[in-house]
């Protein structure tokens, strides 16, 4: 069955680094554009970013200059590279992939 298992969550401080990774099984990865989406205490899930199977890039543009979003098609992982994080950052973070699927999701705070 389709699987999505995010990892790389924490606790990090205003201005600091974290990279997600979002490993996919069940389908072929390769074939499917895939997202980040994130939902902040009392607010709606919102998107982050995505990536076509051709390797374009979209984003919010709250995170835009700051996330990079990317994947390794032969190790089937997603991946969110995010710099320069800020306290509105804190969110559970959400890898989907346009099968549709959801993954459980990986809680990111942004705090002194």
């Known amino acids: 069955q389709v699987q999505l298992v995010e990892s790389g969550g924490g606790l990090v401080q205003p201005g600091g680094s974290l990279r997600l990774s979002c490993a996919a099984s069940?389908?072929?990865?390769?074939?499917?554009?895939m997202s980040w989406a994130r939902q902040a205490p009392g607010k709606q899930r919102e998107f982050v970013a995505s990536?076509?199977?051709?390797?374009?890039?979209t984003y919010a543009n709250s995170v835009k200059g700051r996330f990079t979003i990317s994947r390794d098609n032969a190790k089937n992982t997603l991946y969110l590279q995010m710099n320069n994080l800020k306290p509105e950052d804190t969110a559970v973070y959400y890898c989907?992939?346009?099968?549709?699927?959801w993954g459980q999701g990986t809680q990111v705070t942004v705090s002194s």
């Open positions: 989907y992939a346009n099968v549709p699927h």
């Open positions: 069940g389908f072929t990865f390769s074939m499917y554009t």
């Open positions: 990536i076509s199977i051709g390797g374009g890039t």
